[in-house]
């Protein structure tokens, strides 16, 4: 297993355009996360899946943002009209609720809105 | 609510020498995880230790110590002999243990460590 890959590595798009990022967790891992990081700061919890459900969303992640994980393997985050404070990197991590509880995480996609 | 705080920003040493990175932590959660993740230039963070929060026994690998005081609040990361190759930000972070990690870590700001030759 390669880890935790995240596609595209870099996305830059237009104001009010919609963008989709993938994540394909390490494939033993039931539990799948994003998280949105910005210029100084640590990563920021938006969204976490066990299998395909969704069990839990941060009030960051407004109606303009979606994350869905339908067959429990990969996951795709989808933000809708986007805006320049959107520009970020997004992070994807996975982990085992039956093993240690450490995330692992992908190298992300940075997403720049211009 | 969990915090997370690390209050150096920026830290900069010679090669060879030690340094620590400071982390003091909130939770009204009993039990705990904490954690160090390394972040290189590339952006991937890459896991270093977990610590429970029953468990305050400090731990050392080749390198690396930490020293978990439940006491103060604090996880702090020593880098004994530092190296080029260990500049990177650094990241302590938090869950909780009774919700099944179901929302997720939360992080500190980090401490961007610059270790010159």
């Known amino acids: 297993d390669t880890g935790v890959s995240q596609n595209p590595r870099h996305k830059i798009t237009k104001r009010g355009q919609n963008v989709t990022f993938r994540c394909d967790p390490i494939s033993e891992h039931n539990r799948l996360y994003w998280y949105r990081q910005t210029l100084g700061q640590g990563p920021e919890f938006l969204t976490y899946?066990?299998?395909?459900?969704?069990?839990?969303k941060s009030r960051l992640l407004s109606d303009r943002f979606s994350a869905e994980r339908p067959k429990g393997s990969f996951s795709t985050l989808e933000i809708q009209r986007t805006e320049q404070g959107d520009s970020a990197m997004y992070l994807c991590?996975?982990?085992?609720?039956?093993?240690?509880?450490?995330?692992?995480f992908g190298q992300g996609t940075r997403l720049t809105v211009v | 609510a969990q915090k997370v705080t690390q209050a150096q920003t920026e830290i900069s040493v010679v090669e060879k020498e030690d340094v620590t990175l400071d982390c003091v932590y909130e939770?009204?959660?009993?039990?705990?995880?904490l954690f160090w993740y390394k972040q290189p230039p590339s952006g991937e963070l890459v896991f270093l230790i977990r610590r429970n929060s029953f468990d305050e026994q400090n731990e050392i690998s080749g390198r690396y110590s930490w020293n978990f005081q439940k006491s103060t609040s604090s996880f702090n990361f020593t880098i004994t002999a530092s190296q080029v190759v260990d500049s990177a930000v650094y990241f302590c972070?938090?869950?909780?243990?009774?919700?099944?990690?179901?929302?997720?870590?939360?992080f500190g700001k980090g401490t961007h460590l610059i270790i010159q030759p």
């Open positions: 991590a996975s982990s085992s609720s039956g093993g240690a509880p450490e995330a692992f």
């Open positions: 939770t009204r959660d009993t039990t705990y995880y």
């Open positions: 899946f066990q299998n395909e459900a969704q069990l839990e």
């Open positions: 972070a938090l869950s909780d243990i009774a919700g099944g990690g179901a929302d997720g870590l939360t």
